[in-house]
């Protein structure tokens, strides 16, 4: 199917409005390709999300996700996909550039959705993000998004940092702010109130509102670029908890090689490893 990728903010209400789904999925499950053609970047969001994360480069590979995302709202807004959208957890994300690519210049977004049937427990949810530029495939995103279901209750085994488990090469921290959530709303067009009221926050399950998940990718590449003197070209990371709003954390990196960086960001009161992942560079 082909069609135009709206903008998150017009998408906001209906993916508000699609709590009343459920998290419904036939033995079939769940699969199909949404493909948008001829999508420009907005040069105003570009400017306004480079101003924020303080990328050097004109070209931020991390400003695809931005595309990415809206492209994976909007497929979720077809009557194919039948999980109600708020609610969602980000669990996963992979974003990796192929070719070069110009931000002056329109990109076709192929996304395909895949939800394998389980009758019982959570579904989780893939998308595969192709961004194309004169027909070349210029970078891909994988993303994995977790429907939760009630299931029987199993005590949940949380990743607390240990020495032994990264070796310190450099480490930073950060205070985040309670306005954090607001401020990359703006800079980024990704206004979920669960990033930004603390009531959205409370009734979808947290204790207070959250950081989203590519403002602490973003904020963390910035500073990596920066210590490793060369521009990110790929990144793998997994979302273990969720970054609360106020909080200090701590990133510990471990470069593995020339090219390519293990991280954690740790929640320096718990202890808690809130995200983990690999930040490679050209």
Same mark, same amino acid.
């Given at each position: 199917m082909e069609g135009t990728l709206p903008l998150l903010s017009e998408m906001r209400l209906a993916a508000l409005s699609s709590i009343w789904r459920g998290k419904k999925i036939k033995p079939s499950g769940i699969n199909f390709q949404h493909n948008y053609n001829k999508v420009c970047i907005d040069k105003k969001l570009l400017a306004s999300y480079a101003r924020f994360t303080g990328f050097?480069?004109?070209?931020?590979?991390?400003?695809?996700?931005?595309?990415?995302?809206?492209?994976?709202?909007?497929?979720? /807004?077809?009557?194919?996909? %039948? #999980?109600?959208?708020?609610?969602?957890?980000?669990? $996963?994300?992979?974003?990796?550039?192929?070719?070069?690519?110009?931000?002056?210049?329109?990109?076709?977004?192929?996304?395909?959705?895949?939800?394998?049937?389980?009758?019982?427990?959570s579904l989780p949810i893939q998308f595969d993000v192709r961004f194309l530029q004169k027909g070349n495939c210029v970078a891909l995103c994988k993303s994995v998004y977790i429907a939760v279901r009630k299931q029987k209750k199993v005590k949940k085994k949380t990743s607390v940092y240990s020495e032994s488990t990264i070796n310190a090469h450099h480490i930073m921290e950060?205070?985040?702010?309670?306005?954090?959530?607001?401020?990359?709303?703006?800079a980024s067009g990704d206004h979920n109130p669960i990033h930004t009221q603390y009531l959205f926050a409370k009734l979808a399950g947290?204790?207070?509102?959250? /950081?989203?998940?590519?403002? %602490? #990718?973003?904020?963390?590449?910035?500073?990596?670029? $920066?210590w490793a003197g060369s521009p990110v070209i790929a990144v793998n990371t997994k979302f273990k908890a969720p970054v609360y709003l106020p909080s200090s954390q701590k990133l510990i990196i471990d470069r593995m090689e020339k090219k390519a960086c293990n991280f954690q960001l740790i929640d320096k009161s718990s202890q808690k490893i809130n995200v983990e992942g690999v930040f490679s560079f050209c």
């Amino acid at each position: 199917m082909e069609g135009t990728l709206p903008l998150l903010s017009e998408m906001r209400l209906a993916a508000l409005s699609s709590i009343w789904r459920g998290k419904k999925i036939k033995p079939s499950g769940i699969n199909f390709q949404h493909n948008y053609n001829k999508v420009c970047i907005d040069k105003k969001l570009l400017a306004s999300y480079a101003r924020f994360t303080g990328f050097a480069q004109q070209n931020p590979l991390l400003f695809l996700y931005i595309l990415a995302q809206r492209a994976q709202l909007a497929s979720m /807004l077809s009557s194919e996909f %039948t #999980i109600a959208i708020p609610g969602l957890v980000h669990a $996963e994300n992979q974003l990796e550039q192929i070719n070069p690519f110009d931000f002056n210049e329109a990109f076709d977004i192929e996304t395909s959705v895949e939800v394998l049937y389980k009758k019982e427990g959570s579904l989780p949810i893939q998308f595969d993000v192709r961004f194309l530029q004169k027909g070349n495939c210029v970078a891909l995103c994988k993303s994995v998004y977790i429907a939760v279901r009630k299931q029987k209750k199993v005590k949940k085994k949380t990743s607390v940092y240990s020495e032994s488990t990264i070796n310190a090469h450099h480490i930073m921290e950060f205070d985040f702010p309670a306005k954090l959530g607001r401020e990359y709303a703006k800079a980024s067009g990704d206004h979920n109130p669960i990033h930004t009221q603390y009531l959205f926050a409370k009734l979808a399950g947290f204790k207070r509102p959250i /950081l989203h998940g590519w403002c %602490t #990718i973003s904020m963390l590449a910035k500073e990596i670029e $920066e210590w490793a003197g060369s521009p990110v070209i790929a990144v793998n990371t997994k979302f273990k908890a969720p970054v609360y709003l106020p909080s200090s954390q701590k990133l510990i990196i471990d470069r593995m090689e020339k090219k390519a960086c293990n991280f954690q960001l740790i929640d320096k009161s718990s202890q808690k490893i809130n995200v983990e992942g690999v930040f490679s560079f050209c």
